[in-house]
């Protein structure tokens, strides 16, 4: 079934080339992203008079502010989807997200470490900037594929791979920088901003050749004339059942990233004090600890692509709600090499790395499993005219979740870490048998719309291609 857009032909290791002009966009944006996170903590609590200045701040208040901004950026979505939709498309949007981030970095590399008030204003700039970007981008990759093209969850497992690629580099260029005194953080956080203004050009310069149609006109437009020009026809009930597996899953997705998050907060912290970072005379930077699970994203995300791909070509199906219960016990399991770093803490006064390498690649596997099914799952279930709304309800799932992340990860500082990693594998693994047990009443609700109508070829995607 077509989806009635003008995309250009041609194709590039079996998908239209549009998505890979998506994937280069995602990836400096996630490169802006990901290596200001990877600073923000670190230079909140970096001391006032450090050769490498920061603002002074208690752990837990910088965990705080942390939660808040990683938050807010997951809520802002929420209405830059509904602009998109409504006024703006979301081609648009996403430039304009984008130049508004880019002045965000600059603004913090401005205000650091001697003006708190321009810091936070590049904070609120990174959230708005955000809000029209992130649903857009990826709203404009289910748009590349009609209805029922079995070729879906790949796309969003390669579309993936860009995020992480950005987010792998992200550190080596901005931590290495910022956290390095003869640079400072301000290097990190102009580096940041200039990876943003390159995923603006992309956009700039490309989208027309590779893209077509895709994201020029707002989705109630393009509904309205679908529907013989009515505005706002109801929801039909199959609309409101696939609406309802939407918010049934908001809550075990909300417990994921609560948990996974803690990787920029808690887990970054336990890599800057408690691990043992010396590689013979050279000592690790905490914040390159932040490019493992995107590493291992890169790596594994082509096999996870063929593995969705495969099942797709037998005319079988592993629904979304089954994936995301191995989502979640694959990151249970990450958790539990956290406790053994705590206890080999214990024993030898600092921890050995291994453990966080390997909770980095478990938590990276239920990631694979949960996030790009989660936004293609979005695209089938959404209807039109509601299609980035929607996605942006999807990522206020992160808004709610990196508040309590940062909760979570400041309670560790009464509790222990102990108690915090042991106790996120435990509850991970209680939610993903509830899940388990809902599955089958979620897949009825979705009426047929992860049923496989354009199966893809078998030479559509070569083992190796990627």
Excluded at 56 to 63: F, H, P, T, V
Aim: charged share 10%; proline share 4%.
């Amino acid at each position: 079934m077509s989806n009635g857009l003008n995309i250009p032909q041609g194709e590039f290791l079996g998908h239209p080339k549009g998505l890979f002009l998506l994937f280069g966009t995602e990836m400096w944006e996630r490169f802006s992203y990901y290596g200001m996170r990877a600073l923000l903590v670190l230079s909140m609590v970096a001391a006032t008079n450090d050769a490498n200045a920061g603002f002074g701040w208690a752990n837990d208040s910088a965990l705080k502010l942390y939660a808040w901004y990683t938050g807010l950026v997951y809520f802002t979505p929420l209405i830059g989807g509904w602009l998109a939709d409504n006024f703006l498309g979301q081609r648009k949007s996403v430039i304009m997200g984008g130049l508004v981030m880019a002045a965000g970095q600059f603004t913090l590399a401005a205000g650091i470490a001697h003006n708190i008030n321009v810091f936070y204003a590049g904070l609120v700039l990174l959230i708005v900037g955000n809000g029209l970007f992130k649903p857009n981008i990826s709203t404009m990759v289910g748009d590349l594929y009609p209805e029922g093209d079995g070729r879906r969850d790949g796309a969003f497992t390669i579309f993936y791979m860009g995020i992480n690629l950005g987010a792998f580099i992200a550190p080596f260029v901005c931590s290495t920088l910022g956290e390095d005194p003869n640079y400072g953080w301000k290097f990190g956080y102009i580096s940041a901003g200039c990876g943003m203004l390159l995923s603006v050009l992309i956009q700039l310069f490309l989208s027309q050749r590779f893209l077509g149609d895709v994201g020029k006109q707002p989705a109630a437009q393009r509904s309205k004339a679908q529907m013989g020009g009515v505005a706002h026809a109801p929801l039909t009930s199959d609309e409101r059942d696939r609406l309802k597996v939407i918010f049934m899953l908001f809550v075990f997705v909300v417990l994921f990233w609560a948990a996974f998050e803690q990787a920029g907060g808690l887990m970054n912290l336990y890599a800057s004090d408690k691990t043992n970072r010396m590689l013979g005379s050279f000592e690790v930077p905490a914040g390159w600890f932040q490019s493992l699970n995107p590493l291992f994203i890169v790596l594994l995300a082509p096999l996870f692509s063929m593995f969705w791909i495969g099942i797709a070509r037998r005319g079988k199906k592993m629904p979304t709600p089954i994936k995301m219960v191995s989502g979640l016990l694959l990151t249970g399991i990450g958790f539990l090499f956290m406790v053994g770093a705590v206890f080999d803490q214990g024993a030898n006064g600092k921890a050995s790395m291994i453990w966080l390498v390997m909770a980095y690649l478990f938590h990276t596997m239920g990631e694979l499993c949960i996030s790009p099914v989660g936004l293609s799952m979005v695209t089938k279930l959404a209807p039109l005219r509601l299609a980035s709304l929607m996605m942006g309800v999807w990522f206020l799932i992160n808004f709610v979740a990196n508040l309590l992340a940062g909760y979570i990860g400041a309670y560790a500082e009464k509790a222990g870490e102990l108690t915090v990693f042991g106790g996120l594998a435990g509850t991970l693994a209680l939610f993903a048998v509830v899940l388990w047990f809902l599955s089958g009443k979620l897949v009825d609700w979705m009426h047929g719309a992860e049923d496989i109508k354009t199966a893809p070829a078998l030479q559509a995607e070569p083992s190796g291609t990627l």
